[in-house]
T-cell receptor, first 116, second 112 residues
Framework: SAVISQKPSRDICQRGTSLTIQCQVD?????MFWYRQQPGQSLTLIAT?????????ESGFVIDKFPISRPNLTFSTLTVSNMSPEDSSIYLC?????????????FGEGSRLTVL | GESVGLHLPTLSVQEGDNSIINCAYS??????FIWYKQESGKGPQFIID?????DKRQGQRVTVLLNKTVKHLSLQIAATQPGDSAVYFCAEKENYGQNFVFGPGTRLSVLP
């Protein structure tokens, strides 16, 4: 299994500002993903973080709002831009192992953002 | 599109009893399923997985059953303990796909 570290673990942000969340995996992984979990809700995939290229976004999520970087196989960042109270959520980084079409999806502990 | 849902949003069980958490999925092309446990303030934790070529898989105190005919997945927890209190999610992945789709979750409360 992979150990996934995220920071910050939580933050309180002002409306209109942006925040970058960092995700570090302790081993090389083929796939990295970013999920959003709104209060009391399930997980919704934001995008797949592709190494060395633009992320692949799911319907309803756009690069201008959620820019993502993945410079190597173990690190990714998600920025939540121009935040509003509706962006208050837990943002979760996840990863799958080297056997891309097999293997479980592991999660970090999440970054809990509150936007005032 | 594919969707995953749950029959029961909340479940309360007595300590020591067995728990059964259910999940329905709609995508017949899904070939890999995972159950996750999420405790308050933490990320989802992998519990057990099953592939579509299996009907049953057992772990420590947990069993996952897959019924492909009716597209139904269940998680059985034996001798439920207070530490099992959490929200449980099922997730599915389509064959040759990379993304997992998560169900809405079931909150399990273990009563003393």
């Amino acid at each position: 299994s992979a150990v996934i570290s995220q920071k910050p673990s939580r933050d309180i942000c002002q409306r209109g500002t942006s925040l970058t969340i960092q995700c570090q995996v302790d081993s090389q992984v083929t796939m990295m993903f970013w999920y959003r979990q709104q209060p009391g809700q399930s997980l919704t995939l934001i995008a797949t973080a592709n190494q060395g290229s633009e992320a692949t976004y799911e319907s309803g999520f756009v690069i201008d709002k959620f820019p993502i970087s993945r410079p190597n196989l173990t690190f990714s960042t998600l920025t939540v831009s121009n935040m509003s109270p509706e962006d208050s959520s837990i943002y979760l980084c996840s990863a799958r192992g080297l056997a891309a079409n097999t293997g479980e999806l592991f999660f970090g502990e999440g970054s809990r953002l509150t936007v005032l | 599109g594919e969707s995953v849902g749950l029959h029961l949003p909340t479940l309360s069980v007595q300590e020591g009893d067995n728990s059964i958490i259910n999940c329905a999925y709609s995508n017949s092309a899904s070939d890999y399923f995972i159950w996750y446990k999420q405790e308050s303030g933490k990320g989802p934790q992998f519990i057990i997985d099953i592939r579509s070529n299996m009907d049953k898989r057992q772990g420590q105190r947990v069993t996952v059953l897959l019924n492909k005919t009716v597209k139904h997945l269940s998680l059985q927890i034996a001798a439920t303990q207070p530490g099992d209190s959490a929200v449980y999610f099922c997730a599915e992945k389509e064959n040759y796909g990379q993304n997992f789709v998560f169900g809405p979750g079931t909150r399990l409360s273990v009563l003393p």
